[in-house]
């Protein structure tokens, strides 16, 4: 059975799985890994949401605020062999959630073009293409979505 728990970055099973997802991006990205990096530290997010199968710890997101009516979705991971269950909608659902409950209007995200599930698993979930904000305002392999709530 899948639970969703809330939690914060300093969660051993979060801390975990992103180390999980930067051994990917690390391959995904290719030389433009340590520019996306520098903006992916953990250390200070307060909404954190992992799911478990059973106990195990199979899938993450977080979000931290961006501006005073914008989330920012970050960190969002799920281990290769749960994908394709709808986990990482679920996951994604809880932080919207929690992010409503914060008196947030919107989720931001930066995704790669590099990866597909993810620009699919946006759209599915109701986020929109927009230009690429902040620091990846330039970069060609960034996709930005956002979401009203």
Not at 4 to 21: E, M, P, W, Y
């Amino acid at each position: 059975m899948i639970t969703a728990q809330r939690t914060n970055s300093g969660d051993k099973d979060f801390i975990d799985l992103v180390s999980s997802l930067d051994a990917l991006l690390s391959v995904l990205d290719g030389r433009e890994h340590d520019f996306y990096n520098q903006f992916n530290k953990i250390d200070k997010i307060k909404y954190v949401v992992v799911a478990y199968d059973d106990g195990i710890p199979v899938a993450c997101g977080a979000v931290k605020k961006y501006d005073k009516d914008t989330m920012e979705v970050k960190r969002m991971f799920t281990h290769e062999a749960y994908r394709g269950r709808g986990i990482a909608s679920l996951v994604l659902a809880e932080l919207e959630e929690w992010a409503k409950e914060l008196a947030f209007s919107k989720c931001i995200l930066e995704t790669g073009k590099r990866q597909p599930e993810a620009v699919r698993l946006y759209k599915k979930n109701g986020y929109r293409q927009i230009p690429n904000f902040g620091q990846y305002a330039t970069m060609q392999n960034s996709v930005c979505f956002e979401k009203h709530l």
